[in-house]
């Protein structure tokens, strides 16, 4: 009699790009319970004049053109930026899922190794770190700008890169 391999079953489930997460338990008297999570779009990308929609396995999903609209827009440089932005969105999702509906845009800055982010209500760019985002560069994000909205619209850049602190770049405006 064989035995069922758990990881193997798991490896073929998880190729699926509707999958995002993949359970099995194998017991006795050949009792398999296998749970899955269904992934749901994280992010829209045009390319070639073609909405494409990515799961937050990173993976292309196949959805209607329209429905990409409401997703936050990625500008892809090159492939591997898809997995981490990807991911980095999730992170954003599950901590503040409020703030994830607010970005309009996502791309990768490699040259100041940040994930630059643009939201729908305000008017500058959000740099967070590439790595490792975390609940507590959202959450400080969103204690900038609730608390100091009449100040932060002086802003042309803000950098959260680094936890704890906040870089603001002024706009030119400000300077005149």
Same mark, same amino acid.
């Given at each position: 009699?064989?035995?069922?391999?758990?990881?193997?079953?798991?490896?073929?489930?998880?190729?699926?790009?509707?999958?995002?997460?993949?359970?099995?338990?194998?017991? +006795?008297?050949?009792?398999?319970t296998?749970?899955?999570?269904?992934?749901?779009?994280?992010m829209?990308?045009?390319?070639?004049?073609?909405?494409?929609?990515?799961?937050?396995?990173?993976?292309?999903?196949?959805?209607?053109?329209?429905?990409?609209?409401?997703?936050?827009?990625?500008?892809?440089?090159? &492939?591997?930026?898809?997995?981490?932005?990807?991911?980095?969105?999730q992170?954003?999702?599950?901590?503040?899922?409020?703030? %994830?509906?607010?970005?309009s845009?996502?791309?990768?800055?490699?040259?100041?190794?940040?994930?630059?982010? %643009?939201?729908? &209500?305000?008017?500058?760019?959000?740099?967070?770190?590439?790595? &490792?985002?975390t609940?507590?560069?959202?959450?400080?994000?969103? +204690?900038?700008?609730?608390?100091?909205?009449?100040?932060?619209?002086?802003?042309?850049?803000?950098?959260?890169?680094?936890?704890?602190?906040? %870089?603001? %770049?002024?706009?030119?405006?400000?300077?005149?």
């Amino acid at each position: 009699m064989s035995s069922i391999q758990a990881d193997s079953v798991r490896a073929r489930l998880l190729s699926l790009p509707l999958l995002q997460d993949v359970t099995i338990d194998v017991g +006795l008297f050949w009792k398999v319970t296998i749970e899955v999570k269904e992934t749901s779009p994280i992010m829209a990308t045009l390319d070639k004049g073609i909405w494409k929609a990515y799961s937050e396995r990173g993976m292309v999903l196949p959805i209607a053109g329209s429905a990409g609209l409401e997703l936050p827009v990625a500008t892809i440089g090159r &492939n591997r930026e898809i997995k981490q932005l990807a991911a980095f969105l999730q992170k954003m999702r599950v901590a503040d899922e409020s703030l %994830y509906s607010e970005v309009s845009q996502v791309r990768v800055n490699e040259k100041d190794r940040a994930i630059e982010v %643009y939201f729908t &209500n305000v008017r500058f760019k959000v740099l967070f770190p590439l790595e &490792n985002a975390t609940e507590k560069s959202f959450a400080h994000y969103r +204690l900038l700008v609730d608390g100091l909205s009449q100040k932060m619209s002086l802003v042309k850049s803000l950098d959260l890169r680094f936890e704890g602190f906040a %870089y603001a %770049y002024p706009s030119v405006q400000e300077g005149k």
